[in-house]
């Protein structure tokens, strides 16, 4: 064993590593949200996307929070310029799914759906310039109805609808978001009934689906289309596998005999 003299430069240095090692470990004081300007939400209900500088992060990897994430069938209203309905343009669609955490976390509440497996979350329209997805039919406007097959995907058949060009009709502004949920577990059970779907990549982890966003008027559910009431008793056709309600789809044909959607391109994809 070796003993060696302590300078006077060896001690200060070895002062200057213990000080930078204290500073390291010592926690930091939580800061305020800089969006909100209130202090972070408890954990269960903040939203915490994951970083794309992580290893093997998915492209979308910060468009999924604790509670929700987008799924692939909403983000159409981002990018398919004939989605028929409520399109989204000029916002940042993980500010999207963050906002609707924060509303969630703030009291917005899931409503439930047509089937256990989904869930809406109304909230206050919160993206300037997003239209309500569908106007009444009156008898200034009806003219200018069109109507065609169109798919809403490639994994789907064609089916017969119609709609307004929206550069023929006038388009109110949306007073709330009606942001419609399917559980993680139905997701995964439609992608398994559907070859098309079987490739594709693994979904978040996250408990709820954001699958559409409908701007409209009131602060809950319109009747969905009666083609998607059909489709939907099809898992295999692209629909959930539920059976048709008759009541429901009774008030569907009322509604949708008086409302059709708006389309910013010639033809919709889908209805």
């Not at 209203?77 to 916002?91: A, L, M, N, S, V």
């Not at 982890?205 to 059909?230: D, R, V």
Request: charged content about 25%.
């Amino acid at each position: 064993h070796r003993h060696s003299r302590v300078t006077p430069a060896m001690h200060a240095r070895a002062l200057h590593v213990a000080t930078v090692f204290s500073r390291r470990l010592a926690p930091r004081a939580p800061t305020a949200s800089r969006a909100s300007g209130k202090a972070p939400l408890p954990p269960s209900k903040s939203f915490r996307a994951s970083s794309k500088a992580m290893a093997g992060a998915s492209p979308d990897a910060d468009l999924c929070g604790e509670v929700f994430f987008l799924d692939e069938f909403a983000m159409r209203q981002w990018d398919d310029p004939k989605y028929g309905g409520t399109q989204i343009k000029g916002f940042d669609k993980a500010e999207f799914v963050r906002r609707v955490h924060e509303a969630h976390a703030d009291g917005a509440g899931l409503v439930d759906g047509y089937a256990p497996f989904c869930k809406h979350v109304f909230v206050p329209n919160f993206i300037p310039g997003t239209k309500v997805g569908s106007i009444p039919i009156t008898p200034e406007n009806e003219q200018h109805l069109r109507s065609g097959y169109s798919a809403r995907s490639d994994a789907e058949l064609a089916v017969l609808t119609r709609w307004f060009p929206a550069d023929k009709v006038e388009i109110p502004e949306a007073t709330f978001l009606d942001v419609i949920l399917y559980s993680r577990e139905q997701l995964v059970k439609e992608r398994a009934a559907m070859e098309a779907k079987q490739e594709r990549p693994p979904l978040p982890n996250a408990p709820w689906g954001i699958i559409s966003i409908k701007g409209q008027l009131e602060n809950f559910e319109c009747p969905m289309t009666p083609i998607t009431m059909m489709r939907n008793t099809m898992i295999s056709e692209g629909g959930s596998g539920v059976a048709i309600d008759r009541e429901a789809y009774a008030a569907s044909v009322k509604y949708h005999s008086a409302h059709a959607p708006v389309v910013a391109a010639d033809a919709p994809n889908g209805e």
